[in-house]
């Protein structure tokens, strides 16, 4: 006989804000640590440890999304500026300070979480779409600066970052840096959900929802916005900085308009106001543009060379518009509605 819980009876606002409640969710997350620490390293390969990291990075960077977008409202597209900025800071103090990879990552959140308050100071005035032009301006002008800037773009060649080391062990492989992009992924996961689950992220929901209400409870509004665009910037810093040591080649090109419009997808799959909306939409098209990488030689003899290569584009259109229309709220709500249905199961009310 399989038993359920029925019901939940909290006393406390700290047991209502807990995020593992029961030994069978406690079970399940074991046996998640299990399979990404223990069974994907046994059975995987160098293209799914390659595949792995890639969405680790983009799951780190869409967190920090969530944070500004989905609990803050502030719609951003300077996600990806952010991951430049820090991926270029990571590489830069590698070279010329001769800093490890440990001591250059937060460096490097921490440059990326500065530039984020200086983008924060237009949200001041503008919201919705003037306040997305304004960080559209953003990456243009990041972009724009790396270019024209002798000692980074080096005639298109870019920088050269070097791989992670600790000790005598040089992470310079998809199987050794895949323990490097796990670990990363459950630290800033940790960070993220504590931070919407405490005050400041209870302050982030009611600036989403109204700002005038907000400000007149006594939130200082401004500074909210600023620690959201910080912190979101700080997520972008430490994606940037694990991609860069990843690639190990930085270059302008990798950091495109086109990827932050794809993040900003990511998150509307998955569900904006969730951390785990985050994660579920970087795994479900990021998944999905794998597949369609894997599958390119067979797609390039089906289709004619123009609608081959732009197909991942196509893909990636009508699967935000098909969400957009028939759920708007995610994967993160779907999995919501599933789990109430399996827990009133075989009742109906």
Known sequence: MITRPCGYYDVTYRQDQRIIRTRAQWSWLITLLIVVYGVIPLLGDSFVFAVFNNLYIYIIATLGLALITGYCGQISLGQVAFM???AYTSTLLGIHFNL????ALPC???VSALSGLVIGIPSFRLKGFYLLLSTIAFHVIVMFVIIHTPALYRG????TASPPRLGGLVFDSDFKYYFICITALVIMTCLAKN???GRL???FIAVRDNDIAAELTGIDVKRVKLQ????SALFGGVAGSLWAHYSLDVHPAQFTMIRAVMLL???VVGGTGSILGAVLGVLFLGGIEQLLIYLMPVIQVMLPMGWAANMPLIIYGIIIMVFMVLEPRGLAHLWTSFRNWYRLWPFKY
């Open 84 to 86: 430049a900025i820090g």
């Open 100 to 103: 490890p990879f440990w001591i």
């Open 108 to 110: 490097a959140a921490v």
């Open 156 to 159: 298109g060649a870019g920088l």
């Open 195 to 197: 931070i919407t689950r």
């Open 201 to 203: 992220g209870r302050a």
């Open 228 to 231: 959201a665009f910080a912190l």
């Open 265 to 267: 997808g990511m998150l």
